[in-house]
């Protein structure tokens, strides 16, 4: 008769098994042909709203 601790961690082992290829079944579903378009000039406007001016301070 195996002991409870190696039962254990068979059973853990089945669990954590089936949630892996639950997480990858979902993902081959309905994440892996997701694109996402990225334009550049809206990336530079998300992290730089305000971008400073090149130049004279107050327009001088």
Do not use: E, Y
């Amino acid at each position: 008769m195996p002991s409870s601790d190696s039962l254990l961690r068979r059973h853990l082992g089945w669990i954590i098994a089936i949630k892996l290829a639950a997480i990858f079944a979902l993902w081959w579903l309905f994440v892996r042909d997701a694109g996402l378009a990225v334009d550049p000039a809206s990336v530079s406007r998300q992290f730089a709203p305000n971008p400073v001016s090149q130049g004279a301070p107050n327009g001088q």
